[in-house]
């Protein structure tokens, strides 16, 4: 298990950017891949993108493709979510999550890890 704590939410207008950080504990961070999720209210958890152990492979939820951009920093144990022209159905809590295996398809129960979550909303 690894403890993750994000942070950089915040409330932005449409259009704007935001940038989330996630930093992991422990020296194992590099054995990880790295995800993004997002909650809504009255919505169900669901993958926005992903970031393999070394950063050289991504994948990204449809609906976000060509704004969001995921990178981490395995010297820094941090993982980074780069949100650009944000539209209020970007909306919700984001967290990030810890998994031991890369997987084709992305579910809340491939990840055993989980940070508190940070709160972005846009604003029309």
């Known amino acids: 298990q690894v403890q993750l704590v994000e942070s950089g939410g915040g409330v932005v207008q449409a259009g704007g950017s935001l940038r989330l950080s996630c930093t992991a504990s422990?020296?194992?961070?590099?054995?990880?891949?790295m995800g993004w999720f997002r909650q809504a209210p009255g919505k169900e958890r669901e993958f926005v993108a992903s970031?393999?152990?070394?950063?050289?492979?991504?994948d990204y939820r449809n609906s976000v493709k060509g704004r969001f951009t995921v990178s981490r920093d395995n010297a820094k144990n941090t993982v980074y979510l780069q949100m650009n022209n944000l539209k209020p159905e970007d909306t919700a809590v984001y967290s990030c999550?810890?998994?031991?295996?890369?997987?084709?398809?992305?579910?809340?129960?491939?990840?055993?890890?989980w940070g508190q979550g940070t709160q972005v909303t846009v604003s029309s």
């Open positions: 970031i393999s152990w070394s950063g050289d492979r991504a």
């Open positions: 422990g020296r194992t961070f590099s054995s990880y891949v």
């Open positions: 999550a810890a998994s031991r295996n890369w997987h084709s398809t992305w579910h809340t129960t491939d990840f055993g890890s």
